[in-house]
């Protein structure tokens, strides 16, 4: 087996070669002066069983296209597999057509990794479950959801603790996480009662005097975690903590998150987090590193995924 990392997590796939007592293999990643981007494996992988470790994170579009002549190169040196392993997969928000003549871009994106030559994706809380069949090729999507869990049960009493999804949508993977670990459910109904008027947040369930566990996959912008948590603590709530897979945080978030009412913010390092990001008041970052090397340990040996979650 062997490991290549592009440069989008450096430190995670270190993390995750360190889990499975290998060394990255060496793999050289550089630009033209035009930025165009220029792959050399330096190193036989000829017959190997080869896993990429990319995310597809800021910036998205270098981090792609990384991987994809990462995949091509692998495959002209005569790789017997390759497996993509994309703790973020970038684009996955353009999951349907929002409107008339726009693109169904997480479709166009496992299109090109599948072009480029890669035999298998290893992901990690798609946005949408749904996006794994985007792709004709066998596709494991983990959850960050262990890792998460033993950290609730570290800080909180089960019994004054609510599961809380910030939005209708995020309802199935907040209820996941509820029944783990026996806690009740509530829900963030955001709502625009008539145009022009700002938008109303109801809370559907009891959240007073609890400590509420707001579960979620991504962080970008931080508006809908923090406008949440206020709402949250005006019902009542003793307190408000976030759980959130993909800590994408761009432009002022990490500001944003700093100033809000969140007790903390926790995320994994599915994305490499900036400077700012570790330095951050009220944010942690929980690692998925043998989370990641696990699964490409059973997935190289031919064993169960899926049973890492029973
Ligand atoms: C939306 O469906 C996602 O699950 C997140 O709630 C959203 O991407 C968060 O974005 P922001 O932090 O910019 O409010």
Redesign the pocket.
Known sequence: MKLVSGNSNRVLAEAVAGYLDIPLSKCMVRRFADQEIFVEIQENVRGEDVFILQSTSFPANDHLMELLIITDALRRASARRVTAVVPYFGYA?QDRKPGPRTPISAKLVANLITRAGADRVLTLDL?AGQIQGFFDIPTDNLYAVPVMMRDIKERYAANDLVVVS??V??VVRARALAKRIDAPLAIVDKRRERPGESEVMNIIGDVEDRNCILF??????????CNAAEALLAQGAKSVTAYITHGVLSGG?VARVEGSMLKELVITDSIQPTESVRKGRNIRVLSIAPLIGEAISRTALEKSVSSLFD
Request: glycine content about 24%; overall charge negative; cysteine-free.
């Open positions: 928000r946005h910030p939005d949508g995020g979620d996959d991504i962080i970008d912008s931080g508006g809908t975690l978030a």
